[in-house]
C-alpha cells in the first residue's frame, strides 16, 4: 500500500489549499483514513477522519469549521480542504490508513501559511 499526499504549498493567512492522499494497493473506500499533522517543535497530531463508506467525520477542535475531508472514490482519493488558513497551521500533512493491522503513512506535504 502506498499513499501520496499532494497540494501542500504557501498560502496567505485566510487563504486557502486542498491537499490530496491518493492511494495505490489499496481501495480507499473501504478504510477508515486520516489526515495528521506535524507543526514545527511539536508532535505528530491527528486532525480530522473519514470513516469507510464515507459514514463519519472527525475534526479536532483546532481545524473545525475550517477544514472538510472528503473522498473522490473514481479517483481513490481522500481530499483535506482548508479554508481560513491560519500561521499556526503550518505543518507537515500526511495521510494515514490502516490495512490488516499495519498502518501505512505517505511521505508528508508541507503546508506554509504566511501572517
Known amino acids: 500500500v502506498q499513499l501520496v499526499e499532494s497540494g501542500g504549498g504557501l498560502a496567505q493567512t485566510g487563504g486557502s489549499l486542498r491537499l490530496s492522499c491518493t492511494a495505490s494497493?489499496?481501495?480507499?473506500?473501504?478504510?477508515?483514513v486520516g489526515w495528521f499533522r506535524q507543526r514545527p517543535g511539536s508532535e505528530r497530531e491527528g486532525i480530522s477522519c473519514?470513516?469507510?463508506?464515507?459514514?463519519?467525520?472527525y475534526y479536532a477542535n483546532s481545524v473545525k469549521g475550517r477544514f472538510t475531508i472528503s473522498r473522490d472514490n473514481a479517483k481513490n482519493t481522500v481530499y483535506l480542504q482548508m479554508n481560513s488558513l491560519k500561521p499556526e497551521d503550518t505543518a507537515v500533512y500526511y495521510c494515514?490508513?490502516?490495512?490488516?493491522?499495519?498502518?501505512?503513512w505517505g511521505q508528508g506535504t508541507q503546508v506554509t501559511v504566511s501572517s
Open positions: 494497493g489499496a481501495t480507499l473506500d473501504g478504510l477508515n
Open positions: 473519514i470513516t469507510r463508506r464515507g459514514g463519519g467525520f
Open positions: 494515514r490508513t490502516v490495512v490488516g493491522l499495519l498502518p501505512y
